[in-house]
């Protein structure tokens, strides 16, 4: 238990309630929390699915829905996962595009992480009859890719 109370003390979400404030819904990057990765020098994969994602599209103001997948060979860091999924609530009342939902997350990774490889999936709902589907893929050498 002692070992979980000192991490903590390093983080701003895990072992505490957590409410967002409105700057941080304004700008959800400030809410990502990192911590060393544990296992520097060795390449392994983190992936993280989110099935429960929410945002509004910005046209008509109705809910869209998507399971995000996130997918990083992470450096010096890695991200905390309480952060991450409230990272994720912090869209539920944003106005926001598919491309822009995609892109935003990879971008505020990226800049939290500055990971070695990220993939991001954004994986939307059946909505007036069409799904859609956002891919957004980087590696650290050569920048944004599409593989």
């Known amino acids: 238990m ?7 003390e390093n983080f701003s979400h895990l072992g505490r309630k957590s409410v967002l404030t409105s700057d941080q819904i304004a700008k959800p990057s400030t809410i990502l929390d990192t911590f060393p990765n544990p296992r520097a020098g060795r390449e392994f994969v983190v992936k993280f699915v989110f099935p429960e994602f929410t945002s509004m599209c910005p046209v008509t103001g109705q809910p869209d829905f998507a399971t995000i997948t996130l997918e990083y060979v992470p450096d010096g860091l890695c991200v905390e996962m309480k952060s991450l999924k409230l990272y994720f609530l912090a869209f539920r009342d944003k106005g926001i595009f598919y491309e822009a939902v995609a892109n935003t997350v990879a ?19 059946v909505r007036g009859g069409t799904a859609g589907i956002v891919t957004v893929r980087y590696d650290s050498v050569r920048g944004y890719v599409n593989e």
């Open 2 to 8: 002692r070992e979980f109370e000192l991490m903590s």
């Open 107 to 125: 971008e505020d990774l990226i800049g939290a992480l500055k990971p070695k490889k990220l993939s991001v999936v954004a994986d939307f709902a």
